[in-house]
């Protein structure tokens, strides 16, 4: 049998009891410094197994993308894993994973991440991989293309040909106003074919820079060996004289519902967002509504599946989610509706919720079961070299401060029964909402 540690245990007596108790977490005592061309290094030595993971998380996303060009650094993470002056195309698959390792990147609204875990003895060669490619990328036309085209049907396939593709692409450019959260991630098949070599030769002289990133080094190293590897090979590494561009655009507050309706092929059943703007990421009201997104859409036992789902039978599924971001980013409620319902019904329950949750307060077993939840899932994070490292990273990015890697669980276990009351109070109203109905385009049938 599988040996459970101990503090896992304590947590699933917890949740089986559904009572809290404050569980304390040894804290991640990691090394932090800046090279002399602006480059932060984070690192923690934990010798426990033969492995380590490698992530660079650059200050960059697809907020960040120009004009017109909607889509460019999710393009740009995948030109990343291309030739450089020292390096073949895809080099970095053999250097991971012909070693038993592995490799990746994402992109988000904030962020591009590169991550890599390796036997530690392979350590090195990935330092010195990670500078490469920050220092000496090839874009030419042909990996230019290559790359562009593989980002285009990543678009066919997850937007256009899922029937609910569009539902999620329209949650988010229907509640942004002004700020450029309103262009998706993955882009737009037209900006991408605007796109020219120049232009991403640009966009990584603009961002792709030692100023504007983050090393982190997790597992299984000598501190000494490391920071050696690190000066050698990121350290020479220029700082360019020119400055970053930065998003300045803040959204306004909402004053009034906006309603939409989106259609589109192929869509099986309707589906129902209404969506308000969040809190950026370092809010202290953060914690308080992650509980109670736990408590409304945390499973089969939640207040919306039992309520649209389970008894009234209108929804295949209905969720809350927190969706934070370095600037305001977004709260919205979700569902899928039951065959023969319509959006009107869906939308009068999850408002219908959401007055529950404002006008009565949470009970003591709701707010520990949701508590235990997001603590576990958190602790869990915690327990491999790579899950380390993207906590730190995320804090990094988003709060500006990778020692709320330390703090977050307690801030978790502080949120009472009144604040998960005053925060859906304060955030949600009649005239701050995003309303959005998603049918099938019915054109055909006409």
């Known amino acids: 049998m599988q040996k459970i540690s101990a503090i896992l245990f304590i947590f699933v007596v917890l949740l089986v009891s559904q009572t809290f108790a404050q569980v304390k977490v040894a804290p991640i005592n990691f090394k932090e410094r800046k090279l002399a061309n602006g480059m932060r290094i984070v690192t923690y030595q934990d010798n426990s197994s033969p492995s380590v993971t490698i992530q660079v998380w650059y200050d960059v996303g ?112 229907e509640s942004f106003n002004v700020h450029p959260y309103k262009r998706t991630t993955i882009g737009t098949l037209e900006d991408l074919d605007s796109a020219t070599v120049p232009d991403v030769q640009n966009f990584h002289k603009t961002y792709y820079r030692p100023d504007n990133a983050s090393l982190i080094v997790v597992g299984d190293f000598d501190q000494k060996q490391l920071d050696s590897w690190i000066d050698k090979y990121f350290g020479k590494i220029t700082k360019p004289n020119s400055t970053i561009p930065r998003v300045t655009e803040v959204e306004p507050e909402r004053t009034k519902e906006k309603r939409v309706t989106v259609k589109a092929p192929n869509v ?25 997104s736990a408590i409304l859409s945390g499973g089969e036992s939640s207040r919306l599946y039992k309520e649209l789902v389970r008894n009234q039978q209108i929804a295949q599924d209905a969720s809350f989610g927190v969706d934070t971001k370095t600037d305001k980013g977004l709260m919205y409620f979700t569902a899928t509706l039951a065959s023969g319902k319509t959006p009107e019904m869906a939308e009068k329950s999850l408002l219908a919720e959401l007055k529950k949750i404002q006008n009565a307060p949470v009970t003591a077993s709701e707010l520990a079961k949701a508590k235990n939840g ?4 958190k602790v869990r994070s915690l327990e491999t070299n790579d899950g380390k490292a993207f906590q730190i990273g995320s804090a990094i990015i988003l709060v500006g401060d990778p020692n709320a890697v330390n703090t977050e669980l307690g801030e978790i276990q502080a949120v009472t029964i009144a604040d998960v009351q005053r925060v859906m109070k304060k955030y949600f109203n009649d005239n701050n909402r995003v309303v959005i109905y998603y049918v099938n385009d019915d054109k055909e049938g006409k």
């Open 268 to 292: 099986p059943l309707p589906a129902v967002a209404i969506t308000y703007l969040a809190p950026p990421a370092k809010d202290k009201d953060i914690p308080a509504l992650q509980v109670a």
């Open 374 to 377: 997001i603590v576990a899932g």
């Open 62 to 173: 697809s907020k960040n993308d120009p004009l017109k060009r909607n889509g460019f650094a999710h393009l740009f993470e995948h030109i990343m894993f291309k030739s450089t002056k020292n390096m073949k195309s895809e080099q970095f698959d053999r250097m991971t994973e012909d070693v038993g390792g592995w490799n990746n990147a994402s992109t988000s609204d904030d962020v591009t991440n590169y991550y890599e875990v390796v036997p530690s003895n392979h350590l090195e060669r990935l330092i010195w991989a990670e500078a490469e490619r920050m220092s000496n990328l090839t874009v030419d036309e042909a990996n230019f293309k290559s790359e562009r085209a593989v980002v285009q049907e990543e678009f066919r396939q997850s937007v256009l040909a899922n029937p609910y593709g569009q539902f999620y692409e329209s949650i988010q450019k």
